[in-house]
């Protein structure tokens, strides 16, 4: 299993500003994803985080919006850009175990942009 | 559009009562995982399903995959209020390992 933490856990921001959320792994993993929730839904998948490159995005999020780094195998960070109302989520990061069977979810970032 | 549709949305019901819920697609997957996400926590993983027709319980929740390797179902007995959570069915992680979620059913259980 993977334990993740993730930072901060929750916040407030003004509309305008940007938020940079991290995300911590006990271990190396090759695969970690970027999700989103929002308020009553499901999970949609944001991007996944490469390392040492660019990160794929899913259609419907853009780079610019939500630039992702990825600089080392155990951490990776998410910033959510000129924020407003509307990007009020929780936003998780995921990571596979070694056998690609199972996804470990970090506890979310309640962002709420007023 | 959503690989997956799971029905229904929500369920609220009193402790000791059974349910099923349901997570269905026209496109036929490999494997399929059930997720549960209590209330302020990341999803965690139940089951994997990979053979049409395969149950598997774990404990009080029996889970199914259709023999067509289209659907599947997750049956409760006996709800809890710790039962209480978000259910979520996404088609195991391809070699990409990506997930891509149904929408999920919200279970409420009332002591």
């Known amino acids: 299993s993977a334990v993740i933490s993730q930072k901060p856990s929750r916040d407030i921001c003004q509309r305008g500003t940007s938020l940079t959320i991290q995300c911590q792994v006990d271990?190396?993993?090759?695969?970690m994803f970027w999700y989103r929730q929002q308020p009553g839904q499901s999970l949609t998948l944001i991007a996944t985080?490469?390392?040492?490159?660019?990160?794929?995005?899913e259609s419907g999020f853009v780079i610019d919006k939500f630039p992702i780094s990825r600089p080392n195998l155990t951490f990776s960070t998410l910033t959510v850009s000129n924020m407003s109302p509307e990007d009020s989520s929780i936003y998780l990061c995921?990571?596979?175990?070694?056998?690609?069977?199972?996804?470990?979810f970090g506890q979310g970032t309640r962002l709420t942009v007023v | 559009t959503q690989l997956l549709e799971q029905s229904p949305q929500f369920l609220s019901i009193q402790e000791g009562e059974n349910l099923t819920v349901y997570c269905n697609s026209s496109s036929v997957f490999s494997s399929l995982q059930w997720y549960r996400q209590e209330p302020g926590e990341g999803p965690v993983l139940l089951v994997t399903?990979?053979?049409?027709?395969e149950v598997k319980k774990l404990k009080r929740l029996t889970f199914q995959f259709g023999d067509a390797r289209k659907d599947s179902s997750l049956h409760i007995t006996a709800a809890q209020p710790g039962d209480t959570g978000l259910y979520l069915c996404?088609?195991?992680?391809?070699?990409?390992?990506?997930?891509?979620f149904g929408q999920g059913t919200t279970l409420q259980v009332k002591p």
């Open positions: 995921s990571v596979l175990n070694f056998e690609n069977t199972e996804a470990f």
């Open positions: 399903v990979v053979t049409g027709g």
């Open positions: 985080a490469n390392q040492g490159s660019e990160a794929t995005y």
């Open positions: 271990s190396q993993v090759t695969m």
């Open positions: 996404a088609p195991g992680s391809s070699n990409t390992g990506k997930l891509i």
